[in-house]
């Protein structure tokens, strides 16, 4: 993060970007940010987007090797082509694109072995994002407010991570709440973390976990209509849904594997007051059971976004799989 800040706000680029991880906020900061300090004022006639698994690289190769009109730079973005975990022909297509051509790709997960990873290590930036720890969500808290001109204690929050959990989208919008609510006031307490605070967006998300792991279907379905009465987008449920799948079956190998509480925190990146819980949480689960599950989230994501799966029915009818007996 420290050298796309750099690149960013001397207008010094690289060719190459590749940006990845589990923390989407932080991957759609930098992402947006980056782009539009590549483009500049220019129009938009020099950028092109493309999305998904099914990317056509000979379209992609056609307008890199075509020169900007009135501008220094084309810029190409790829988001989620998973170019990064298989075997293709974008390392080739990279090492013979004209300087001006400057490529963004941001993925979720990616093969560090992979030829176009290599490449893109070698000539120009990778940069991974995960979810910060404690210390530093704090810091983003108290920063988020600082521009508004309040204050927040340590130990408030840290009452407000244990309410809403470490996605940083999440916490954004609960603060902008705070902000709001606490207008007249410069210091946020955690009377006003109760009152305004309906989050507990991941708070949910594990009891629902423990609900599918003990097969308590009624339970599970009535934290995920509570999670939609609150406005929560079906699509954002799955996504939490399918990252809390992917932590458990990382903490349940590691444990097999002998390691203890505070390497799995290390290992995973996920803050050590919820190191305990995932554990916990993943003595409910085979590793089989966890891996089948993935899959098929991956599966009904891809029919939402194909438009074969309406999101809400979609996520519903995953739940109800998984908290069957």
Known sequence: MIVLREHIKSGDFKQFYLIYGNEPYLIKLYRDKLRDAILGNADRMNFSRFEGKDIDLKEVNAIAQTLPFFSDRRLILIENSELFKSQSDLAEILSEAPESSIFIFVEKEVDKRNKSYKFIKDKGIVSEMNTLDEKNLKLFIASLLKSSGKKITESTASYLLEKIGTEMESISNEVEKLISYTWDKD?????????????????????????????????????????????????????????HFNILLQIKDLIENGYAPAAITDKVAVPAFTVSKYISQAR??????????????????????????????????????????
């Open 187 to 243: 210091t946020i307490t955690n009377k006003d973390v109760d009152e305004i605070v309906t989050g507990q967006i991941t708070g949910k998300i594990f009891q629902m976990m423990d609900a599918i792991g003990l097969k308590q279907q009624n339970k599970a379905l009535t934290l995920y209509y509570d999670l939609l009465s609150v406005r929560e987008r079906p699509s954002h449920i799955l996504y939490l849904i399918t990252r």
């Open 284 to 325: 409910n689960f085979t590793k089989e059971q966890l891996i089948g599950a993935l899959k098929l989230a991956a599966d009904t994501e891809e029919q939402i976004k194909t438009g074969r799966l309406q999101e809400q029915i979609g996520t519903e009818l995953l739940i109800i799989q998984f908290s069957s007996n």
